[in-house]
Each structure stands twice: as structure tokens, then as C-alpha cells.
């Protein structure tokens, strides 16, 4: 099956800047997904990406505060904009792949001070 | 209002015994569930899926049940091992949504 690169693992970050995430798949997938678990939490969807037309988010989220960029079908970037100690989470990039499930990336542990 | 949960944030098992971790949904539009294993610092993992047209589904050590008119599916792991030792997380879709809806996630440990 396909496999997810993402990065950076982790990263502590001042309040109100900016952070990207990136995602590779070493193969061409359609859709990708972006999730968020924050502590003691489920994954919560934040926006799916297709190649070639904008993010479609998930209520609660908006394309100011994580901008998703899918430029290929191969790579799909998530920004956590201005933050804030409450995005402290981990962030995870996914896609569908057949009947294997959702492929995870390993996640990035996103910690705002 | 939470569509996926799993009641028991932890289970502890002994090695060799079943484990049994358990899901409730209340959307009967989902159609698709699936079980995923979590280890620290690593993504989610793909453990087993059922679709609902069926009541159960085996691989290996796993197999997943689903009891449609509960809204109810179980992960039983026999002979658990401490390997299995891990966060599980269900998770359900419907629709053409293509998303998943997950539940909070049930950490079992397998003492040896």
C-alpha cells in the first residue's frame, strides 16, 4: 500500500505565528484529509482536499485559520494560521486507499506557548 | 453530540485472553466501520473493516462484529498478545462523504 511522509513530527511554536505541515504520498491519490486530535479527543476532520479545486472544511473550521494547499496528487500542505495555545494538537494527513482503509500520515504534535 | 463512542477510555487484559473493546454509533446512514490501532508518536494503522451488509468480518487474531439494529460493533483480539497493547479507535463513514467519524479511543494493555 502507499505510504504518507509528513513533517515536521513536532514543532513548539510562539503564539500568533504560522505553521505549515506537509504531506507526501509516494503514490498518486484523488482525496486527502485532514485531521486534528486534540488532547483526550478524537479525530476530528478538519477539511478535504482535492487536487485542482479548493478545501472543503468541516464545520467549525475555516480556510483563514488552516489554509490547505494540493498543488499535485501527490502532496497536500495544511497552515495552522495566527495560533493560539488552544491549537495545541496533533495534526494528521490521510487518504483513501481501496479496501485498505484510510492511510494515516504519523502525525504532527503541534504544541503553541 | 458525539455519532461514534467508545464507553471505555482503557481495558487491561492478560496475555493470551480475549480482548473485547466496543463502539457505539448513532447514525444510521454509516454504512462503512473500521478499527484502528494507534501507537505513541506514530499515526493511526488500518486494523480490520465491516461493511454493512455483513455481520461480521475475521483476519486473523481480529474480528469485527456489527449489530445493525444495536448500532453496535465490537473488536474482539484473541489470544491478545502484548504487542496489542495500543490506543484502538473506531471509525465509521457513510454516504459519499468519503470521511471518517471517529470515536474517542479505548487504550488497551495486555499484561504478560
Known amino acids: 500500500s502507499a505510504v504518507i511522509s509528513q513533517k515536521p513530527s513536532r514543532d513548539i511554536c510562539q503564539r500568533g505565528t504560522s505553521l505549515t505541515i506537509q504531506c507526501q504520498v509516494d503514490?498518486?491519490?484523488?482525496?486527502m484529509f485532514w485531521y486534528r486530535q486534540q488532547p483526550g479527543q478524537s479525530l476530528t476532520l478538519i477539511a478535504t482536499?482535492?487536487?485542482?479545486?479548493?478545501?472543503?472544511?468541516e464545520s467549525g473550521f475555516v480556510i483563514d485559520k488552516f489554509p490547505i494547499s494540493r498543488p499535485n496528487l501527490t502532496f497536500s500542505t495544511l497552515t495552522v494560521s495566527n495560533m493560539s495555545p488552544e491549537d495545541s494538537s496533533i495534526y494528521l494527513c490521510?487518504?483513501?486507499?481501496?479496501?485498505?482503509?484510510?492511510?494515516f500520515g504519523s502525525g504532527t504534535r503541534l504544541t503553541v506557548v | 453530540d458525539q455519532q461514534v463512542k467508545q464507553n471505555s477510555p482503557s481495558l487491561s487484559v492478560q496475555e493470551g485472553r480475549i480482548s473485547i473493546l466496543n463502539c457505539d454509533y448513532t447514525?444510521?446512514?454509516?454504512?462503512?466501520f473500521l478499527w484502528y490501532k494507534k501507537y505513541p508518536a506514530e499515526g493511526p494503522t488500518f486494523l480490520i473493516s465491516?461493511?454493512?451488509?455483513?455481520d461480521k468480518n475475521e483476519d486473523g487474531r481480529f474480528t469485527v462484529f456489527l449489530n445493525k439494529s444495536a448500532k453496535h460493533l465490537s473488536l474482539h483480539i484473541v489470544p491478545s498478545q502484548p504487542g496489542d497493547s495500543a490506543v484502538y479507535f473506531c471509525?465509521?463513514?457513510?454516504?459519499?462523504?468519503?470521511?471518517?467519524?471517529f470515536g474517542k479511543g479505548t487504550k488497551l494493555s495486555v499484561k504478560p
Open positions: 490521510s487518504f483513501q486507499e481501496g479496501s485498505y482503509g484510510y492511510t
Open positions: 503514490s498518486q491519490v484523488t482525496m
Open positions: 482536499a482535492n487536487q485542482g479545486s479548493e478545501a472543503t472544511y
Open positions: 447514525n444510521s446512514m454509516f454504512d462503512y
Open positions: 465491516i461493511s454493512s451488509i455483513k
Open positions: 471509525a465509521a463513514s457513510g454516504g459519499s462523504q468519503g470521511n471518517l467519524i
